[in-house]
């Protein structure tokens, strides 16, 4: 079965930094959709960033453009969030995602994304 497991998380002070890991297992990842939502007490689940495994492409969210960056490491299956110049309003569970579907056209909505990990918290103190 597909496993998503998400780690990096912490406590940081406001402009600080971190590097988010999802290590992917399960399966050969070609042409999935990955990303990465964020979701904080009392709010939905939001979207952050996210790329097509096959693609060149990334997508960023307006709030965090500039500061996180997507990547990652085909030979290790994993995926990573680059976070800097970390803000108070960046606290949230930080989720890893996965979307099979090769024919779908949005990266941006939570419920198109059928693999989630359990998330890893990302608390930015001031």
């Known amino acids: 079965q597909v496993q998503l497991v998400e780690s990096g998380g912490g406590l940081v002070q406001a402009g600080g930094s971190l590097r988010l890991s999802c290590a992917a297992s399960?399966?050969?990842?070609?042409?999935?959709?990955m990303g990465w939502f964020r979701q904080a007490p009392g709010k939905e689940r939001e979207f952050v960033a996210a790329?097509?495994?096959?693609?060149?492409?990334?997508y960023y969210a307006e709030a965090v453009k500039g500061r996180f960056t997507i990547s990652r490491d085909n030979a290790k299956n994993t995926v990573y969030l680059q976070m800097n110049s970390l803000k108070p309003e960046d606290t949230a569970v930080y989720y890893c995602?996965?979307?099979?579907?090769?024919?779908?056209?949005?990266?941006?909505?939570?419920?198109?994304?059928?693999?989630w990990g359990q998330g890893t918290q990302v608390t930015v103190s001031s």
């Open positions: 995602a996965a979307d099979p579907n090769q024919a779908r056209t949005f990266y941006t909505r939570s419920n198109d994304y059928v693999y």
């Open positions: 399960g399966r050969t990842f070609s042409g999935y959709r």
């Open positions: 790329f097509r495994w096959s693609g060149l492409s990334t």
